[in-house]
């Protein structure tokens, strides 16, 4: 079925004059279509995942609802979106993803998905209506592809998650997500305890561990990336200083600034106070030279690490 479909929608693109009445018909309406609703698409992408024959688009789209692959609240007659379209691929022609993919099998992370294999191809809105033709182009583009890796390489394409281990996927993630939201002095890496996010320079009311509401708003935009990390991840955060004053109060106030992040990430709902370890380091674990301004920058900061499954 897929093979055919390939060869009918060529036909299609040299003769319409060569394909029986009905399918040129299809194909015609489909070309002409500038927004496809979500059950003309469902009727075209499970034909061509070759997945059952429907006597009308509607079971198509009902099996859809049903599996998944779509919203479950979507009204058949809508636009689809490019996000929706891309779940829907992926679900129905068992496209292997991402670890983020994997993970929530979500419209936005199918569409990532999709742009990162190069199925869909430059930038592109992912709320945007599709085009009849474009879809079609999606389709194809998918179907040869599955041809040219399983009959004329005869090899298999390491996926994303089979190239990096799950944390290395999931710092480049968190790397992304913290990117796109412009969250300021923030990086990330695996760290012996875990994935761990350091947030330098984090600056608190004077003499106090009181964060100002610039840093709540940094720490709002990371909570929301780790209550999207799916499983039962206890978190640790540990506080550092920069090397001024004793060490037993660089302990001190280390320790009180990491209770006061917990105490934040509790109240947004990100974890129960009894999933959230705290440390204070002081000092003891520089990342840069502390005789200057930016390396004491640096070293004045919060790491907050997602630990294993428990």
């Known amino acids: 079925m897929k093979k055919l479909f390939i060869a009918l929608l060529g036909l299609f693109l040299i003769s319409p004059a060569l394909l029986p009445a009905q399918t040129a018909a299809e194909l015609e309406t489909l070309l002409e279509t ?30 859809a609802v049903e599996n998944g692959w779509l919203p479950a609240k979507t009204q058949m007659t809508d636009e689809i979106s490019l996000q929706d379209l891309s779940l829907l691929m992926m679900c129905a022609f068992d496209i292997q993803g991402g670890l983020f993919y994997r993970l929530f099998k979500s419209p936005h992370y199918a569409y990532r998905e999709l742009v990162y294999q190069q199925i869909i191809q430059g930038k592109a809105d992912p709320e945007m209506a599709v085009s009849g033709d474009f879809v079609l182009f999606l389709v194809n583009r ?35 997500q913290l990117e796109q939201h412009a969250v300021a002095d923030t990086s990330v890496r695996v760290s012996e305890e875990g994935v761990t996010i350091s947030i330098s320079n984090i600056q608190f009311l004077a003499d106090s561990a009181e964060l100002p509401d610039r840093e709540k708003e940094k720490l709002r935009e990371i909570a929301e990336i780790i209550r999207r990390i799916p499983g039962h991840h206890r978190l640790l955060v ?23 992040v917990k105490e934040f990430l509790v109240s947004l709902g990100v974890r129960r106070a009894e999933d959230i370890l705290v440390h204070g380091e002081g000092a003891e674990r520089p990342l840069a030279d502390n005789t200057t301004q930016e390396g004491m920058a640096l070293n004045r900061r919060v790491e907050i690490t997602i630990l294993g499954d428990h």
């Open 34 to 63: 500038e927004a496809l609703s979500y059950e003309q698409a469902s009727s075209l992408i499970l034909r061509a995942a070759d997945i059952a024959e429907y006597s009308s688009p509607g079971d198509a789209f009902g099996l």
């Open 238 to 260: 540990t506080g550092h200083t920069a090397l001024a004053g004793s060490e037993a109060g660089r302990l001190q106030v280390s320790l009180e600034r990491a209770q006061a």
């Open 142 to 176: 998918v179907l040869s592809q599955n041809d040219v890796d399983l009959e004329m390489t005869g090899q298999h394409v390491p996926t994303e998650v089979e190239i990096l281990t799950d944390q290395e996927a999931l710092v480049r993630e968190i790397e992304t």
